[in-house]
């Protein structure tokens, strides 16, 4: 969760009250203009961070200020789920319920299409600017007014600087990764590189794992050029960030770097044409104010923004590789120059303005003493909007010191923990948390002294009546003084608490119905051994009868009497396992055995039916952490529901496929196949959402369940129909981290 907007406004009115003057400041048109920032993934990537900075300066520039820009990051990729999105609408529509939104800037397709989908009502009044879509993206219909923006790399532009830098190359290593993004990417190199072909030799290492890469660059010649597009995962999987590919690549290359992302830019190339993203984000802020003042008429709003390309170049790469700026094209611009003495001209010409400057410090003191009166009063009135806000928010606000204690708290803190400010404010806030809590707030607490940034931490804080509240914390330093937030998550905490017991509580209700279906099998399964049993002991009884019984026989007998006791006891076990109600249990697990084990329980001729189940199971398939009773059920769920859809099928065809494999070094699957009715594909969708069945003696809870024990043990689950008829369901799992290889 991002800082909370009051912090902010905490942090305005304590450490600004001194700017003020007397000068009357003058109305801008802007500065009740609200602007919405929709990122569609998670705030740390360094592309997005450019992106706020051109884009935050340029709005303040305007008059937008950062009480009015919400930046809202969605992390849509590592949480895709639909549960994720509905929780991302109920926050959004009680965040921005009361407040008025007048333009929206949507961060990648993902982004613009949760605005589209999910958020269609938010705002519909205000013009979209939608950042980062991929060529060839096309706009879907909606009554918004949306203005997209297309990144279009062009990569030649950089290979002509840098044969310029390093006019005698013949070759050029281009590094990118697999993903679907950096293949996208390279295609595109490679049509632009046939300008050269022929005259220069070009290898791609895209084919070859990291340290392949690594190897192979440290090994290219002085003359060679080694150009870098985009990198996410190498051919095995890895991952690396682009910039950490350029730090390794800056460490062992004996040929200078050449990109076309600012982001590289200060991590080891040299430079290059480059998508400036901080520029792009200047250039958004840009066409909001343009908007926004008016400056251009709603029929003349454009509906593409372009923005060129710069030639930045590092002056350091420069000159460690012995590069020549005058080969660098007209208007570049340079970053991290090193100044000589001939460089500070300037600033000794600046010591002599400042010292005629001086000469009028008298006279700006004197007209100071006029503008003082005017700052008090101003101080005065922040100080009254500054009560006004503590006695209206709804969280917890405080003004505390280093040394530990409160000296402002707002009146939410004695409604919620039932002590009053006095109370409150004579004992150090940590000695109201937790015994269990301290160390972690302690160590928030150190990283805030410390590093001076904004931190998050959340704790069980003490109520009057000895009870506990968990409470969320967002905190930020000022010289002495700490600003704090806190939100009252306790509620929230607890209906999570109750959900995840109504759901063990529903799975276990499932195993028990489940196992109602299996009763004939089962007693066929015990059945078979317990007449052994009794053949074996009559057999016994007519050996031991004789004149002279052959004990030999007798203990044969015997031994075949505790291998079917076993076997029966052994059925009542797994039955017994998979009724019993516990909490999850995680375990390292052997799924083919688990596999086996259901099998084993549900070969009862009375319930197949006339069905085979067939198992093919990988030998060497890898071991994985999970419940082994709530898997058992999924695959039992999964078994049974095929059974069910081959009810009316010829003979023939009645036949089940359990299937594990490894579709990956990282994960396991197991698969159900049968050759029954198939999947209708207009449902497909909803196979997996409680209540729905096709079945009509079924509940809709079987499969429902499935998706909820796989996503908790880190897995997903799908549904397909197979060419040849049928249909097959599938769940897959991450195996035991370190028995990847």
């Known amino acids: 969760m991002g800082c909370p907007l009051f912090i902010f406004i905490l942090i305005a009115y304590g450490l600004s009250a001194g700017t003020a003057h007397s000068q009357t400041r003058f109305q801008n048109p802007l500065e009740n203009k609200n602007v919405l920032i929709l990122n569609a993934f998670e705030s740390n990537i360094p592309v997005f961070q450019k992106t706020n900075q051109g884009l935050s300066a340029a709005l303040q520039s305007g008059g937008i200020g950062i009480r009015n820009q919400f930046h809202e990051h969605l992390d849509l990729v590592r949480n895709p789920g639909p549960e994720n999105r509905k929780l991302l609408v109920q926050f959004m529509r009680r965040r921005y319920s009361e407040r008025r939104i007048d333009f929206i800037i949507t961060l990648f397709p993902e982004g613009l299409k949760f605005l589209l989908d999910e958020g269609r009502t938010f705002f519909p009044a205000a013009p979209v600017l939608a950042l980062y879509l991929p060529q060839g993206f096309e706009l879907p219909q909606a009554e918004r007014r949306i203005i997209h923006h297309l990144i279009i790399p062009d990569f030649k532009p950089t290979i002509e600087t840098a044969l310029k830098l390093v006019p005698g190359a013949g070759r050029i290593y281009v590094v990118a990764g697999t993903h679907p993004l950096d293949r996208w990417l390279e295609s595109i190199v490679r049509q632009d590189f046939k300008t050269w072909k022929g005259r220069l030799e070009f290898r791609y290492l895209s084919d070859l794992p990291l340290d392949k890469i690594l190897t192979t660059v440290s090994a290219a010649p002085s003359d060679s050029i080694v150009f870098i597009t985009a990198y996410s995962q190498d051919v095995t999987g890895k991952y690396k960030t682009t910039v950490e590919l350029s730090r390794l690549l800056a460490h ?354 009375s319930l197949l039916q006339g069905l085979s189940i067939a198992m093919e199971l990988l030998p060497e398939l890898k071991m994985i952490h999970g419940d082994r009773i709530q898997l058992q059920q999924v695959i039992l769920n999964l078994i049974l529901n095929s059974a069910a859809a081959m009810r009316n099928a010829p003979r023939a065809q009645r036949k089940i496929i359990v299937r594990s494999t490894m579709p990956d070094n990282l994960t396991v699957q197991v698969s159900v196949t049968d050759f029954g009715t198939g999947i209708d594909e207009n449902n497909i969708e909803q196979l997996f959402e409680a209540f729905y069945t096709t079945k009509p003696e079924g509940l809709g809870m079987g499969l429902s369940i499935s998706r909820t024990i796989v996503k908790a043990q880190g897995g997903s689950i799908k549904a397909s129909n197979n060419p040849e008829g049928g249909a097959t369901f599938a769940f897959t799992l991450p195996i035991l981290q370190g028995d990847a290889t």
């Open 252 to 605: 062992v290359s004996r040929a200078p770097l050449f990109g076309f992302m600012d982001t590289l830019l200060g991590n080891g190339i040299v430079g290059g044409s480059l998508i400036s993203f901080e520029y792009i984000g200047t250039r958004a802020g840009e066409m909001a104010l343009d908007i926004l003042g008016g400056t251009r008429n709603t029929e003349k709003i454009p509906i593409l923004l372009e923005v060129p390309q710069l030639d930045m170049f590092d002056w350091r790469q420069l000159r460690h590789w012995n590069l020549k700026e005058s080969a660098l094209p007209g208007g570049s611009i340079i970053v991290n120059r090193e100044f000589s003495l001939w460089d500070l001209r300037y600033y000794a010409i600046g010591v002599l303005v400042f010292i005629l400057a001086q000469s009028f410090l008298i006279i700006a003191l004197l007209v100071q003493k006029r503008r003082r009166r005017s700052a008090e009063d101003s101080l005065r009135q922040k100080s009254k909007e500054l009560n006004q806000f503590f006695n209206v928010s709804i969280d917890l606000l405080c003004i505390a010191n280093t040394a530990g204690y409160f000296l402002r708290l707002n009146p939410v803190w004695e409604s919620t923990l039932g002590y009053s400010t006095e109370e409150l404010m004579a004992q150090k806030f940590l000695d109201f948390v937790h015994p269990d809590d301290l160390v972690r707030t302690q160590e928030a607490i150190s990283t805030l002294a410390s590093r001076e940034k904004v931190i998050h931490f959340e704790n069980r804080y003490r109520c009057k009546d000895g009870t506990y509240r968990w409470l969320e914390w967002n905190a930020v330093p000022a010289g002495s003084l700490i600003y704090v937030a806190a939100r009252d998550l306790t509620d929230y905490i607890n209906t999570e608490v109750e959900a995840k017991q109504h759901r063990e509580e529903l799975a276990h209700m499932t195993r028990i119905a489940t196992m109602g279906e299996l009763t004939t099998s089962l007693a066929h399964e015990i059945n078979q051994p317990l007449t052994a049993i009794l053949s074996n002991a009559e057999a016994a009884q007519r050996f031991l009868s004789r004149a002279e019984p052959d004990i030999d026989e007798v203990r044969q007998i015997l031994a075949d009497i505790i291998r079917d006791d076993q076997r029966a006891a052994d059925v009542v076990q797994k039955v017994r396992a998979l009724v019993r109600k516990e909490k999850f249990h995680d375990e390292f697990l052997d799924l083919n055995k688990a596999i086996k084990e259901v099998v084993a329980l549900i070969r009862g001729e």
